[in-house]
């Protein structure tokens, strides 16, 4: 099963509007989750993340929103740039000591000029 | 710094070989992962060590796969006898807190 989901596999974007990444989880357990972006032949690097006990996390022009009731995260990206084309995973870690994190499948984004 | 260091590159085997993968953490991180990326599955967590100590290898396959961190610099995941379906790009990842950093993978073909 699944716990953590990337719906659109996919998502193409004007350079300079704002793109939105969504996912979705189902481990309630889980509080503290992170986005991660990766650019081919490259490994994932750590873009952004937010703690359950936060529904807003902002850090230039990246922003992620947390709405536990919902179990739904989103990366909103204001402006988009053609630098931003890269795959975008999700991923969420469960509470304690445990540094396990359990990623979606990502979604390729891509900014056009 | 250098980030979290993998060798090779890329392998290219035929079925039934050996295959090493090595993997140099980050200084001072103390916790250490290795992943597996496919199409079909994404990215999946085949083990993780803490303080060198295998913590979980829940996702490891099979028994054709191992994996070792004789010390905190070093770790390496050995599949023997590799098969086709081994094929993918294998991360290594290490952190100190949540966050974790990948080293650039490595893409291996069992032919």
């Known amino acids: 099963d699944q716990q953590v989901k990337q719906n659109s596999p996919s998502l193409s974007v004007q350079e300079g509007r704002i793109s939105i990444l969504n996912c979705d989880y189902t481990n309630s357990m889980f509080d503290y989750f992170l986005w991660y972006k990766k650019y081919p032949a490259e490994g994932p690097t750590f873009l952004i993340s937010?703690?359950?006990?936060?529904d807003k996390n902002e850090d230039g022009r990246f922003t992620v929103f947390l709405n536990k009731s919902a179990k739904h995260l989103s990366l909103h990206i204001v402006p988009s740039q053609p630098g931003d084309s890269a795959v975008y995973f999700c991923?969420?870690?469960?509470?304690?000591?445990?540094?396990?994190?359990?990623f979606g499948k990502g979604t390729l984004l891509t900014v056009n000029p | 710094d250098a980030g979290v260091i993998q060798s090779p590159r890329h392998e290219v085997t035929e079925m039934g070989q050996e295959v090493t993968l090595r993997c140099k953490p980050i200084?001072?991180?103390?916790?250490l992962f290795w992943y597996r990326q496919t199409m079909m599955r994404g990215l999946e967590l085949l083990i993780y060590f803490n303080n060198n100590v295998p913590i979980d290898d829940s996702g490891m396959p099979e028994d054709r796969f191992s994996a070792k961190m004789p010390n905190a610099s070093f770790s390496t995941l050995k599949i023997q006898p590799s098969e086709p379906r081994d094929s993918a790009v294998y991360f290594c990842?290490?952190?100190?807190?949540?966050?974790?950093?990948f080293g650039p993978g490595t893409r291996l073909t069992v032919l």
């Open positions: 991923a969420a870690r469960s509470g304690g000591s445990n540094y396990k994190l359990t």
């Open positions: 937010i703690s359950s006990i936060k």
């Open positions: 200084s001072g991180h103390n916790s």
């Open positions: 990842a290490s952190s100190l807190v949540t966050e974790q950093f």
